[in-house]
């Protein structure tokens, strides 16, 4: 059993920047790659990053590629999403999620194993 608790969503102007945290507890945290997820109303959830066990590899969607950076502390159990020059487009639930079996289909959310509760970020005009 995996326990995933997001943090750090909020209000930002367009322009601005966020972190949001990822906590997990259960099993151990380097063995198994996190993803990050996001879904606005009305829309699918959508791929936006993911980083491997090790933290060696790190995949983006093209559209937050070279604005949002994912990075882990295995040692606190802890994955970060830090987005810059956030766009009102990035508003949206964000979630973090756990891959324990490694999936090469990891851009779908049917994959992960445990999922975070979610954390809203809005991004104004």
């Known amino acids: 059993q995996v326990q995933l608790v997001e943090s750090g969503g909020g209000l930002v102007q367009a322009g601005g920047s966020l972190r949001l945290s990822c906590a997990a507890s259960g099993r151990t945290f380097s063995r198994y790659a996190m993803g990050w997820f996001r879904q606005a109303p009305g829309k699918e959830r959508e791929f936006v990053g993911l980083?491997?066990?090790?933290?060696?590899?790190?995949y983006y969607s093209d559209s937050v590629k070279g604005r949002f950076t994912i990075s882990r502390d295995n040692a606190q159990n802890t994955v970060y999403l830090q987005m810059n020059s956030l766009r009102p487009e990035d508003t949206a639930v964000y979630y973090c999620?756990?891959?324990?079996?490694?999936?090469?289909?990891?851009?779908?959310?049917?994959?992960?194993?445990?999922w975070g509760q979610g954390t809203q970020v809005t991004v104004s005009s």
């Open positions: 999620a756990a891959d324990l079996g490694g999936s090469a289909y990891y851009r779908s959310p049917d994959v992960y194993d445990y």
């Open positions: 980083i491997s066990g090790s933290g060696e590899t790190i």
